[in-house]
């Protein structure tokens, strides 16, 4: 890219009240950020959705000045970049409307055709979401995908380290600029993951970890994904935030269930209620909801799904591999057991990851 589009797409980047959607909307019109600031007001009023306020501070040199100076670090430090139209964009990322123009990265990065996940959590992370998190990676690690997260307290940075661990590839998304790191206890991860992934940011070397910064951030974890899976969360919490934006551009969510009287299930426990996740129980469930196919090499993964079983459950499990996908009910009056207690046995047997709800009371096997 010339140097004189990139400073233009930095100060496009830069201009208050514009944003990602409508500086897109500026150069589908235009051709290019160049031809941007070559057109006349008047006729980039007329852009659906532009007006006056947008525009107002288009040829402030300001931001000029400043996308000089951000070119100049750019160019200094060797920071890779990639425009929203380049065919190195990330793929999933490209397909959101909001998607940032421009997006900075740093490390061995790698995605085209591979399979990528973010998992995001509280950063009050129990031993409960740890267990999860080291079972799930180790599992799912045959079938070779990005982990993505928010290089944050907690659940984040257990995901990244999880992942190094099994050698997998894995992306921070950062809330600021990549002169930095935040928070500065995880500078010690930089080098290793950097060397097993790396980092991605939309902000520049001037931007801080400011908390609306860090709001923005979440739409490029969820962006970037094939699926965002929650693994703890409190009742309100980035996290929540995360996949609402993940639910908007209609990615696969999914959550980790936990009891209602913990504190930091609750958060998870809401978005299976209101349907807005799938409950997340073992691997077997990502693979079967992604429509992944398994490798001979992974079939331990679903080994677990055959342990611990009661007389009544391995009962109704029999049945269903045998049937298929069939209603309470029927499973009921088939297996000879009450209604009641089939269906607080499947609820168990869902928990234990070997059977799933479908539709109409439907139940199958996994």
């Known amino acids: 890219m010339k140097s004189e589009e990139l400073i233009n797409l930095l100060r496009l980047q ?29 006729s980039l009023n007329k852009i659906d959705g532009i007006g006056t306020v947008k525009l107002s501070q288009l040829f402030n040199t300001e931001f000029l000045d400043a996308a000089e100076k951000e070119y100049d670090y750019i160019t200094t430090n060797k920071i890779e970049y990639s425009y929203f139209k380049d065919s190195h964009y990330p793929k999933n990322l490209k397909h959101c409307i909001d998607a940032p123009i421009l997006l900075f990265q740093r490390g061995r990065i790698s995605i085209p055709n591979k399979k990528i996940i973010s998992i995001v959590g509280t950063r009050n992370m129990t031993s409960y979401g740890q267990a999860f998190l080291e079972e799930f990676i180790s599992e799912i690690a045959p079938l070779n995908p990005i982990i993505v997260s928010g290089f944050a307290y907690g659940v984040d940075i257990y995901a990244h380290r999880m992942a190094m661990e099994n050698n997998l590839q894995t992306i921070g998304c950062l809330a600021h600029g990549l002169n930095q790191i935040y928070p500065k206890v995880h500078q010690k991860y930089v080098t290793k993951v950097e060397e097993n992934g790396g980092f991605f940011t939309e902000f520049w070397s001037t931007s801080n970890p400011d908390r609306e910064n860090f709001l923005k951030r979440n739409r490029v974890i969820a962006g970037l994904s094939e699926a965002t899976i929650v693994v703890e969360s409190a009742e309100k919490g980035g996290s929540l935030v995360t996949a609402d934006i993940a639910h908007s551009y209609h990615r696969d969510v999914f959550a980790l269930p936990g009891r209602n009287t913990d504190k930091y299930s609750k958060g998870c426990n809401n978005l299976i209620k209101h349907q807005k996740a799938h409950m997340l129980n073992s691997v077997a469930d990502l693979i079967y909801m992604l429509g992944w196919k398994l490798e001979e090499e992974s079939k331990p993964i679903q080994k677990q799904l055959f342990i611990d079983l009661n007389e009544s459950e391995r009962t ?16 009921a009056m088939e297996c000879k057991m009450p209604i009641f207690k089939v269906s607080s046995t499947l609820l168990n047997m869902e928990l234990k990851g070997v059977v799933r709800p479908l539709p109409g009371k439907l139940f199958e096997a996994i």
């Open 316 to 331: 109704i499990y029999n049945y269903l591999q045998a049937n298929g996908k069939e209603l309470l009910d029927i499973i």
């Open 14 to 42: 830069k201009i208050p009240n514009i944003g990602d959607v409508n500086a897109k909307k500026l150069l589908e019109r235009c051709g290019s950020a160049t031809a941007i600031f070559e057109e006349k007001i008047t």
